[in-house]
């Protein structure tokens, strides 16, 4: 029997006509995009249906975006019947894995994740901080690199997404030296990535001291299923854990690989996309292409995922 692990993709999963096609024939979601309404006081589901892509983009409007399309993803899968047994979600997506685990509630996580982006954008003046990717070097090579560039700036590891891509953030120039250097030390690719700000890295505490009393403020119930955390890629259980790792993880590196490996230690074979995009199922093909990876965003996909779960569950497989 196969053993399923949904999992919630975060920023740069967003386009414009994300999610439309779900409100249009699943009144469930549907009903997900007017809460997300309600609680902003303002259409995200218009920037989700129709953009403009520049507004979209802002990390404000980004983050509760993405969000509530991947709620709306995971009500139609949990409508159709289908659980997992396990979640995570990548930055962002950590708050839609809690809001599918009955941890939060959705309007509170909309609302919550809209603050955060203004905190994360307001915490470093624009054009001050940077984050570049570093595709092909290992991890102790990123460390060194980030250590060798940082003089007295920062730059550290902010999202360790695979054996073969690592994401670095801090101040501007000093993330500029790690991709000369990178680029030196042999890596396929080091590029600058189009953020509007260093995210999950000391420079983002000031964020995460505001987010901090939002947080304190809701209301956080034990999960209907387990969590697998960004911070330490640890399995939890309890409202507690789960505020505890929305804290931490503005300013902590995102344990991407570490958290799939740990799922699939525990058995995890399949993972299913919930939410815009098919990015994180192509991260978990370069972690380890024996899983199965399936994703939903539109009818077609989620008709292709019920397809492939229920072939699996008949066969055993």
Sequence with gaps: MSKIAYIFPGQASQYAGMGRELAEKFPVAH???EEADRALGFQISKLCFDGPEEELQLTMNTQPAILAVSVAAYRVLEEKGLQPEVVAGHSLGEYSALV?????????????????????????????????????LPLDCVYQICADARWDEECSAANLNSPSQIVIAGSKSAVERAVKLATEAGAKRAILLNVSAPFHCRLMMPAQDRLE?????????????????????????????????????????VMWEDSIRAMMARGVDTFVEVGPGRVLSGVVRQIDRTPKTLNVEDEKSLTATLEALHDAVRTGR
């Design 31 to 33: 009903q997900v995009f």
């Design 100 to 136: 599918a685990a009955g941890a939060i509630r959705l309007s509170d996580a909309i609302q919550t994740i809209h603050n955060r982006g203004i905190y994360m954008q307001e915490a470093v003046p624009v054009g001050e901080g940077a984050m570049a990717a570093i595709l092909g």
């Design 213 to 253: 009393h939002d947080l304190m403020r809701m209301d956080f119930e034990d999960l209907k299923f387990p969590l697998v955390t960004n911070v330490d890629a640890e399995f939890i259980t309890t409202g507690l854990a789960a505020r505890t790792s929305l804290v931490r993880q503005v300013s902590s590196p």
